[in-house]
Nanobody, 126 residues
Framework: QVQLVESGGGLVQAGGSLRLSCAAS????????LGWFRQAPGKVREFVAG??????????DSAKGRFAISRDNVKNAVSLVSLQMNNLKPEDTAVYYC?????????????????WGQGTQVTVSS
């Protein structure tokens, strides 16, 4: 059974930090691209950051310099992906989703990913 389980969301003041984590299991995710998207109320789901199976990374412009994505292939069937978010801004408020798939490069279109977590809420107060 494929599972992506996020944790680490919450409420933080502007300028603060949060670390999101996602445990992906059920497939050999060590060979998959892992990523984070977010969706704010009334807005489309947007790419935040991704990491390829080789360790290459890609960030949305809004995340560059503030967010850092990392992955750890704990076992063949379990991979962990984390998103360290620093200097958070109220506009970062959204539900953050972990995602995975075999992609060509690190895709920024959510349609490129088949596997999704349930999402974790991040709220940044001003």
């Amino acid at each position: 059974q494929v599972q992506l389980v996020e944790s680490g969301g919450g409420l933080v003041q502007a300028g603060g930090s949060l670390r999101l984590s996602c445990a992906a299991s059920g497939l050999t995710f060590s060979s998959y691209t892992l990523g984070w998207f977010r969706q704010a109320p009334g807005k489309v789901r947007e790419f935040v950051a991704g990491v390829s199976w080789r360790g290459g990374t890609r960030y949305a412009d809004s995340a560059k310099g503030r967010f850092a994505i990392s992955r750890d292939n704990v076992k063949n069937a379990v991979s962990l992906v984390s998103l360290q978010m620093n200097n958070l801004k109220p506009e970062d408020t959204a539900v953050y989703y972990c995602t995975a798939d075999r992609t060509v490069g690190i895709g920024t279109n959510p349609a490129a990913y088949r596997y999704w977590g349930q999402g974790t809420q991040v709220t940044v107060s001003s």
